[in-house]
């Protein structure tokens, strides 16, 4: 009997879109979340890069859906990683608008829903394989020292495994120390006779500004010892997709979810040998030849497997790409665009920093070579995987998600798409979108510069009002041609800043 009520108040919770999208007699779908670094919006030849070549992460698109108004919430990398795990802004956290060093707190706070925890209580196995990159440890846990944080000569937890996965493979973060590779809550090949130990080395002042840690005395990250666990570079790539493949090997009986979170294409560029001089642009398209490779391997392995037809296969990229920190309106290389026709880059709010490539492939349910024009951002992930295994949701969780199942299966009419998106900059700069509008409350981009430039708060200076449809390039503000625009707009954001949530 007990049974049978959890049923059906599941069943009564569940969204429409998913009672008529999901046919509960067939197996689970097995789900892949494949997350590249720095990859801009105009990197794949599906988005129209052509002195690129990335036939298999194309695949994905000629077999499946593009979206053409995917964004990471943020532009830069732990926030946009938080937000696909627990489906809420980055924002609303102690981390801010910026990243977390492998010495910070485990970041998802004790409790959350995340998007493995959901996929595990479903009956998956969930397993993360690449960069992490939302801290380990807490303050007051066993190995947690106050002016260096975890201890990564012992157990790393609380991490990966606190928060839903059951198994972890990858490393702290990217472009900063340590260059490590960690198995569930151990450091790979670590000497005991050379253990790691870092300098407490002050971080630049714009990071403790701007980001309001737990901590008594924030350091930036610098090693002392413990270098004989670094790992190669040049090798990285191949690791995590040996490992990502075996996952799928090992797991092939029952219903799984890999989350493959690539460091490629993010400093230090260094592909592999075999890569090297494979693109017209040097080593930046090596290192998308590289990563492409990687999928490619994934779905050749599902496909040896016969598991394709029954995987979801999901592919997007954490934030906008770069190309140096500095203001360029267009990021190019060799005549090629790194975020297409978009303006900016990493850690800006301007659309090249935050618009991101995102593809589906499910075969039989998502239309091959489709295209979808919705406005969906990485932390809608955690509601749709929920709608379409008919998951209820906790009042207190996933705040900023919205299911685009509906989309994704043909079902565009359904209610309770998302219609409006913040997005923040590593300076702490805010953006609100609603149709085709969009408003930057302060001038510039609020990226991170060579030089740091204070965001000045709308209160000082006039924002930015963008019609997207018309102005996709973000050529010419509008900010003073609509005046009762601009309130509405800004009102809605300090709104969905205050209300604590978005999502219905």
Request: one cysteine or more.
């Amino acid at each position: 009997m007990k049974h049978t009520l959890t049923l059906l108040t599941a069943l009564l919770l569940a969204p429409l879109s998913v009672l008529q999208a999901a046919d509960v007699s067939k197996p689970k779908p097995n789900i892949i979340f494949i997350l590249a670094d720095d990859l801009g919006y105009g990197d794949l030849g599906c988005y129209g890069a052509t002195k690129v070549k990335t036939p298999n992460i194309d695949r994905l698109a000629h077999e499946g859906m593009r979206f053409t108004d995917a964004h990471s919430p943020a532009s830069v990398c732990t926030p946009s990683r938080y937000n696909l795990m627990t489906g809420r802004y980055c924002w609303r956290t102690w981390a801010g608008h910026g990243t977390v060093w492998a010495n910070d707190p485990l970041l998802i706070e004790k409790g959350r829903l995340t998007l493995a925890s959901l996929l595990k209580g479903a009956g998956y196995f969930s397993g993360c394989v690449g960069k992490w990159h939302l801290g380990f440890g807490r303050p007051g846990t066993p190995g947690w020292d106050d002016m260096l944080g975890a201890d990564f000569n012992g157990e790393l937890k609380p991490g990966p495994l606190e928060v839903g996965f059951d198994y972890f493979y990858g490393m702290p973060g990217v472009g900063q120390s340590p260059n490590i590779f960690i198995e569930n809550r151990r450091v790979v090949g670590l000497d005991p006779n050379d253990p790691i130990r870092f300098i407490n080395d002050p971080r630049p002042e714009y990071q403790v500004n701007y980001l309001q840690r737990p901590r008594t005395a924030p350091t930036n990250l610098q090693m002392a010892s413990g270098k004989s666990a670094n790992y190669v570079f040049e090798d990285a790539a191949l690791r995590l997709t040996e490992k990502a493949v075996a996952f799928i090997e090992q797991h092939r009986d029952e219903p799984f979810f890999l989350y493959l979170a690539h460091r490629n294409i993010h400093n230090p560029k260094k592909p592999n040998a075999r890569f090297a001089g494979t693109s017209e642009i040097g080593v930046y398209g090596d290192f998308i030849h590289e990563l492409d490779w990687s999928v490619g391997e994934v779905l050749a392995a599902l496909d040896r497997l016969k598991l394709a037809e029954n995987t979801l296969v999901f592919f997007s990229s954490d934030n906008g790409g770069v190309k140096a920190y500095e203001r360029i309106n267009h990021a190019e290389i060799e005549g090629h665009r790194i975020n297409g026709p978009l303006r900016g880059q990493k850690t800006e709010v301007y659309e090249g920093g935050h618009r991101v490539p995102f593809l589906a492939r499910w075969p039989g349910h998502v239309k091959a070579g489709s295209e979808s024009r919705q406005l969906i951002a990485l932390n809608d992930v955690l509601a749709s995987c929920a709608d379409l295994l008919r998951v209820p949701i906790p009042r207190d969780a996933a705040e900023d998600s919205f299911s685009f199942m509906p989309a994704l299966l043909g079902k565009p009419e359904a209610k309770d798409l998302r219609q409006s998106l913040v997005n923040d900059s590593m300076m702490g700069l805010f953006s609100i979108r609603e149709g085709q509008w969009k408003l930057i409350v302060g001038q510039d981009g609020g990226g991170f510069y060579s030089k740091q430039d204070p965001v000045r708060p709308a209160a000082e200076s006039a924002g930015q009002l963008y019609n997207l449809d018309d102005d996709l390039g973000e050529t010419k503000s509008l900010y003073h041609e609509n005046p009762e625009l601009v309130v509405r707009l800004t009102a809605l954001l300090a709104k969905l800043r205050n209300d604590g949530r978005s999502s219905p």
